[in-house]
């Protein structure tokens, strides 16, 4: 008669061991697949200098930050006043609270590496982020810039310095993602190619990314002492909330930031 074979059962502290494995393993997918990017979680272009390195990172971690602020959700809230901001193709028109619940809890900040543009390619001028994928570790962002952001963050004056607080904060805007594992972003503005938005109500209401730019670049303005409260939402005016425009040199040191005869004219509205 063959001998009776006992099923092995692993000892009950390695069942201990296996559940903690899982937990923290889930904890800590679900910590990365929900958690805010605060501005820790960048990288930059490798090909850059050091120092450039770090002038980018300081610049774009500037600009995480001025949305966290109330001096930022102030700025937002006073600029779009009664108005619906649209947000996306796919989300239509929302109240500046829901942009605020978006930039600051419900949406999930990608990994975002920044990428400096060649200035000698024909599109070198522009810039724009991008991210999605399906799953987490596809899902890292990127924030392609100009060199003029670089320049304009090291220059002497405040105002021009805070158009590059005003190109990051708009291009981090579209890096954020409204569901946890497929990207699915919170603010996008027009399709490739087009200058209309579709099923917009109302062409003159503002759009989500360019007022979080105008307002985080108003706001860090207000912050530096630069313009007074009062004048925040006349600043965000100057930049716009519909589009860029080109008016980071048109203000001497001690001239106020609003419109004015004479400003460069502001790009089309989308």
């Given at each position: ?10 000892p009950w502290l390695l069942w201990v061991v296996a559940a903690l494995a899982v937990l923290v393993g889930g904890l ?207 600043c965000v005016e100057v930049f716009g909330t519909r589009g860029f425009n080109d008016r980071c040199r048109a203000f001497g040191a001690r001239e106020p930031v609003r419109d004015r005869p004479g ?8």
């Open positions: 008669m063959e001998p009776q074979r006992e099923t092995y059962r692993p800590s997918l679900y910590r990365e697949v929900t958690g805010q990017n605060d501005g820790s979680d960048l990288r930059a272009d490798s090909r850059l200098a050091p120092a450039y390195q770090a002038q980018l990172l300081e610049a774009a971690r500037t600009a995480y930050a001025i949305l966290r602020t109330p001096e930022f959700a102030a700025a937002l809230t006073g600029a779009a006043g009664d108005q619906p901001i649209y947000v996306s193709r796919d989300r239509g028109e929302r109240t500046a609270e829901s942009v605020l619940e978006d930039l600051t809890g419900r949406g999930r900040y990608l990994p975002v590496q920044l990428i400096m543009m060649d200035p000698a390619a024909a599109q070198s001028g522009w810039h724009y982020a991008a991210g999605g994928g399906l799953g987490y570790v596809s899902q890292d962002g990127e924030i392609h810039l100009p060199p003029d952001v670089l320049a304009d963050w090291a220059a002497d004056d405040l105002v021009r310095r805070s158009c590059a607080i005003n190109t990051l904060a708009h291009e981090i805007a579209h890096t954020i993602s409204i569901s946890p594992f497929v990207f699915t972003p919170a603010f996008t503005d027009t399709r490739l190619g087009e200058r209309a938005i579709p099923r917009r109500g109302g062409g003159d209401s503002p759009v989500a990314s360019y007022l979080i730019g105008s307002a985080a670049q108003c706001a860090w303005l207000q912050q530096q002492g630069r313009v007074a409260a009062s004048e925040v939402r006349a400003l460069p004219p502001p790009m089309r509205p989308l």
